[in-house]
């Protein structure tokens, strides 16, 4: 038989389990696939972090592709791989890596206008540094 304080906080652990999970299921989760236009503040970078193109197209499959007359402009470069999931708190992220060094956006919100923030990441960069955060919306348009 088990003492009556291992059951306690055995109990409290599961109640604090189910609470996380009913808070999770609350969540409102943001329907991704379709096409989205992509705005980023004058802090985002340039060069070889480039940003994703303005409008991209999300598919079920988890992959993001430039989409309409953006296709024209995006930079080909068939080593970035660009792909979505939602993480735990059902915010959606978007990332464009080529495996070494990217740009990872995290939007939230609902409907049809998500905010949030993008930054670089490198493989080479120095211990401790931090890549400077700037703003983008997703706004989601018609897919032509």
Avoid at 24 to 50: K, N, Q, Y
Avoid at 98 to 103: A, M, P
């Amino acid at each position: 038989m088990r003492p009556p304080r291992v059951a306690w906080i055995g109990g409290a652990a599961v109640l604090v389990a189910l609470a996380v999970l009913a808070w999770v299921a609350a969540r409102p989760s943001i329907h991704a696939p379709g096409c989205w236009e992509l705005t980023a503040d004058a802090g985002a970078p340039r060069g070889f972090f480039h940003a994703p193109p303005e409008r991209i197209a999300i598919a079920d499959d988890h992959t993001v592709a430039p989409a309409a007359a953006s296709r024209d402009r995006a930079r080909v470069d068939t080593l970035f791989i660009t792909r979505w999931r939602r993480d735990f708190r059902g915010r959606l992220v978007i990332e464009q890596t080529n495996t070494y060094r990217g740009v990872l956006m995290t939007l939230s919100g609902d409907g049809d206008a998500l905010r949030g923030h993008a930054h670089t990441f490198d493989d080479l960069i120095a211990p401790g540094a931090k890549p400077r955060p700037w703003s983008v919306e997703a706004k989601r348009i018609a897919c032509e």
